[in-house]
């Protein structure tokens, strides 16, 4: 794949705000780190799919049996016995005791078993989930990292705009004194001043907004300085093929889809278990247990085993209008991800063409700013020989701070255009597959 041409002026504004003006500067996949460990989104995903792996064990617990240990004390007024042939027997002690050890376990539930696979599809939707919940997290944070540094891009043209509007008001009024221009050249230089302390003040204020998303993403406060991700710039100035972007890849790879999967698989598990209450139910049931008090049967301790049947015969018609919602849902689900998987397409293409449209826009501007700003110069220069007025000087200044904003902006599409392809490819930010 060939380099786009022109990809080294893609990041040489943004390469200027790495320049650390703190102690360390934020790069970042230490970003996307720290929203991984910090931000409650993707903590909460995985709360909620170790939530669903509870559930699995609790569906699979039919496989084992119950064993259960009942105790019992009772105090009466008097002991009662019974004294046959010489021999004495304790009808009622005084102070009565008895233990009873129950085992019950289930031999056959032809329900259990879809309840059990849904369970299973369940618990792999939620990993999925959280899986898909944490590279969501992922790219918001890319998008505000991205939104900082443009910000701060701004402000520095801003900063620019009000330093060359200074410089001019300064030359206008040394020409004013020297009666070499009017009073207007003085005006519309001040005028000019006043507009540049306007805009930066409202760049530094979207700067601050900036950064304080990024910080609610982190979990932290961001003084550091935001190295710039010269590497994802690059490969974002590549020029991408319909062969790069494959819709089977992607259905195979993103894990929202696989998810859906999973959900659709669970439901049609479901719609099998009011199938089975058609069948009927065996266990096993073994009791044993000891007390003080032989009794009439002089027999102290005792056990016993048994089978229990259960067949649920007719319900009501209980049972088919369960399979019928059960499979209406599934239906519904299954559509559903029909869709998602027919519009995984329309997203890859989407995301290619807005690449694509981006990496032209962004030559464009290059070559705009270029222009004004050396139309910004000449204007200097021909306003310091006396040849146009402070208008045109003005005009060219704003011309050229309009070019920085707009490539600024550029830049920004740019690298949203080209997170939004490794969304639309399963990817993460970095372009790798995510990890549970």
């Excluded at 050249?185 to 302390?197: G, H, I, N, P, Q």
């Excluded at 070019?403 to 949203?416: G, I, M, N, P, Y």
């Amino acid at each position: 794949m060939q380099y786009f041409p022109g990809r080294g002026v893609v990041f040489c504004v943004f390469a200027l705000l790495s320049l650390a003006t703190n102690a360390r500067a934020l790069t970042l996949e230490e970003a996307l780190a720290t929203a991984r460990s910090q931000n409650e989104r993707g903590r909460s995903a995985t709360e909620t799919a170790k939530a669903a792996g509870a559930v699995v064990g609790q569906a699979r617990s039919f496989l084992f049996p119950s064993l259960t240990l009942l105790g019992d004390y009772t105090r009466r007024s008097h002991e009662t016995t019974r004294t046959i042939n010489g021999s004495t027997s304790v009808l009622q002690s005084r102070d009565a005791t008895e233990l009873r050890l129950n085992l019950d376990q289930i031999i056959f539930d032809a329900q259990a078993w879809p309840l059990y696979k849904e369970a299973r599809r369940s618990r792999d939707a939620a990993e999925l989930d959280a899986v898909e919940a944490k590279r969501q997290l992922a790219f918001d944070t890319a998008r505000s990292f991205f939104a900082v540094l443009t910000s701060e891009q701004v402000v520095r043209a801003a900063r620019e705009r009000l330093s060359l509007a200074d410089r001019n008001l300064a030359d206008a009024r040394v020409r004013f004194d020297a009666q070499l221009v009017g009073s207007n050249d003085v005006t519309r230089a001040e005028l000019e001043k006043t507009t540049a302390d306007r805009e930066l003040v409202d760049a530094q204020g979207v700067a601050r907004v900036a950064r304080l998303s990024l910080s609610n993403l982190l979990g932290e406060a961001v003084e550091d300085s935001l190295v710039v991700p010269e590497a994802l710039l690059a490969e974002a100035t590549r020029p991408v093929s319909p062969a790069d972007v494959s819709s089977q890849t992607a259905v195979t790879s993103r894990p929202d889809v696989r998810a859906g999967k999973a959900r659709v698989a669970a439901l049609r598990a479901a719609a099998q278990e009011p199938l089975m209450r058609y069948l009927p139910d065996l266990s096993f049931h073994g009791t044993a247990w000891s007390t003080n008090e032989a009794g009439f049967s002089n027999q102290a301790q005792d056990w016993s085993l048994g089978l229990g049947l259960s067949w649920d015969i007719f319900d009501g018609t209980e049972r088919h209008a369960a399979r019928s919602e059960a499979v209406a849902r599934a239906n519904a689900a299954e559509l559903d991800q029909a869709n998602l998987e027919r519009s995984v397409a329309t997203d890859l293409e989407s995301a290619r063409v807005g690449l694509e449209t981006a990496q032209a826009s962004l030559m464009q501007v290059n070559e705009s700013v270029t222009m004004a700003e050396r139309n910004a110069a000449e204007a200097a220069e021909l306003y310091r020989r006396g040849l146009v007025r402070a208008f045109e000087v003005v005009d060219a200044n704003v011309q050229t701070f309009t070019t920085q904003v707009e490539r600024a902006r550029s830049q920004f599409a740019l690298a949203l255009t080209f997170l939004n392809l490794r969304a639309a490819l399963g990817l993460d930010p970095l372009g790798e597959v995510p990890a549970p």
